[in-house]
């Protein structure tokens, strides 16, 4: 199978805060069931599902690490949104 880079993941919508997302942020592979991502609208942590489906991450079910890369996320997303005068 074959994947263009704008088209990385299924055409769906934050289950969080429904904006339309396209792609995985920052991510340039492929994402695999069970990766994590975080919604560039709304800054919800969101997971991967069977067919690449998100749902909103189960954060009790989360380590350590990946606690802290989501909250690298959002906290650059804050500064990003920030810098564009929101
Ligand atoms: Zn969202």
């Known amino acids: ?3 263009d880079y704008e088209h ?3 055409h769906q ?3 969080a805060c429904g904006h339309p997302l396209s792609r ?3 991510e340039e ?6 990766d994590l991502t ?3 609208a709304c800054g919800a942590a969101l997971s991967f599902g069977p067919g690449l489906l998100l749902v909103k991450a189960d954060l009790s079910a989360l380590g350590f690490d ?6 690298l996320i959002q ?3 804050a500064r990003a949104k920030k810098h564009h005068g929101h």
């Not at 990946?66 to 909250?71: K, V």
């Open 1 to 3: 199978m074959k994947f």
């Open 8 to 10: 990385l993941t299924p």
């Open 13 to 15: 919508n934050c289950p």
């Open 24 to 26: 995985a942020g920052g």
């Open 29 to 34: 592979q492929r994402p695999e069931a069970g």
């Open 38 to 40: 975080v919604c560039l």
């Open 66 to 71: 990946e606690l802290a890369e989501i909250r």
């Open 75 to 77: 906290h650059t997303l």
